[in-house]
């Protein structure tokens, strides 16, 4: 028998997905599953959206520019003047989500054995694209004990090499919540700066952000305009992850080149996704703030219940609709598989990702879960009664100091 690909082997599981066939095994038993595994919004997808897509009366569907629609792009381009980031139309590329985003950034920026380094905790599937670019992964931890700032700059300094291409964040950052400071996004500058490197920025939540402190794009970065390389998503602010639309935004013309070499190659992103992107975008303020508004409340009731709970600990989130919490757990990636598996309270359970899968560190998020606050603020109060139920039955649990 033929072997299969190494490059397969070494792919991570998706801490967030692949609990799935154990959470269908509790459904079929009548078990009520609290989703907090997931970031996908239970907010309704905005009218604009919707009525688009109802309206669509073209007889053909025919394929797209590469690059995306031009009248999307003209709109993504007025949308993030709204944030006081000036980019042109041609430096907009619209992509099948945000995942093809940071691939084909990975593809057209990294040559096999480049290095990119990450802070961890960070979004699993960075990882599993740098794998598929050949590239590797360095990471630099964070601390949930300060709530998982940015590490000091010296750590990125030592870990730079002569492979280094670039440094990956996350703002607000996916898993931790955390947002990223002006004196912390100007370090990264220096950096980046000094040493000839790129910045891909991952700013998916950018309308998430609950600090009074203003939101830092990397775009916001006069001295490395041409180093940014943005990646972006319409899934998470018009709550329609299903649509795939995302883009890629860069004023590095050698890098445009590249990008769109994959572009072409992989011929169009979806077409009936960018007619509702482009709705999307005409979604009135009243809709985003009353969105916003909900997610703050969930946040505030989340991070209140789950440190009343014995052992528990989470900081509190800046931005996203995440938290990375601590439980008295020796192991929490059995912890979730057993929630799922073989406890039940009152007929119901929760689902959660492991930690673990967002760190690349052996034994690093062992007692930790992250935990997406995308159920309805009641749902959200259950949850968490349910939890603490758990923790009191589990076998493995740690007795709390």
């Not at 995942?99 to 593809?107: I, P, Q, R």
């Not at 883009?247 to 590095?252: D, G, M, S």
């Not at 749902?379 to 709390?400: C, I, Q, S, W």
């Amino acid at each position: 028998m033929p072997r299969v690909s190494e490059r397969g082997e070494r792919m991570p599981q998706s801490p967030i997905r692949k609990l799935v066939p154990l959470a269908e095994e509790a459904r079929r038993r009548g078990v009520k599953v609290y989703r907090l595994n997931i970031g996908q919004p239970d907010v309704p997808t905005p009218p604009q959206a919707l009525e688009a897509l109802h309206s669509i009366d073209r007889n053909v569907l025919e394929y797209s520019p590469s690059a995306g629609l031009l009248s999307l792009r003209e709109k993504l381009r007025t949308y993030y003047h709204r944030f006081r980031i000036e980019v042109d139309v041609d430096d907009i590329i619209v992509t099948t989500g945000g995942s093809e985003a940071v691939l084909f950034a990975f593809m057209a920026c990294l040559d096999p054995g480049d290095e990119i380094i990450v802070p961890e905790p960070a979004y699993a599937n960075y990882m599993a694209f740098a794998i598929v670019a050949g590239a590797k992964i360095v990471t630099v931890p964070s601390s949930i004990d300060d709530g998982f700032a940015l590490p000091p700059v010296e750590r990125f300094e030592e870990l730079i090499t002569p492979r280094t291409k670039g440094i990956l964040i996350c703002n607000p950052n996916n898993p931790t919540g955390y947002l990223y400071t002006r004196k912390e996004m100007e370090q990264l500058q220096r950096i980046v700066k000094q040493y000839g490197l790129f910045l891909f920025s991952d700013e998916v939540y950018r309308e998430f952000c609950y600090t009074g402190a203003p939101y830092i794009s990397a775009f916001h970065l006069p001295e490395i305009q041409e180093q940014v390389v943005l990646i972006d998503s319409v899934s998470k602010r018009y709550n329609e992850c299903g649509i795939r639309i995302g883009a890629l935004v860069t004023k590095n013309e050698a890098l445009k080149k590249n990008v769109m070499k994959f572009c072409q190659a992989r011929l169009s992103p979806p077409l009936i996704g960018q007619i509702v992107a482009e709705a999307s975008i005409d979604t009135p303020a009243d809709y985003m703030l009353a969105t916003y508004n909900e997610y703050v409340e969930r946040r505030n009731l989340l991070i209140d219940e789950i440190n009343k709970i014995p052992g528990c600990y989470s900081p509190i989130p800046m931005g996203a609709f995440y938290t990375v919490a601590q439980l008295p757990v020796d192991d929490a990636d059995a912890f979730c598989e057993w929630c799922l598996r073989e406890f039940e309270y009152e007929g119901q359970t929760v689902f959660m990702a492991p930690a673990s899968g967002f760190y690349t560190r052996p034994g690093m998020g062992r007692d930790q879960v992250r935990i997406a606050y995308v159920l309805e603020k009641e749902e959200l109060r259950r949850a968490m009664h349910v939890l603490r139920k758990a923790l009191e039955a589990y076998p493995g649990r740690k007795n709390p100091e």
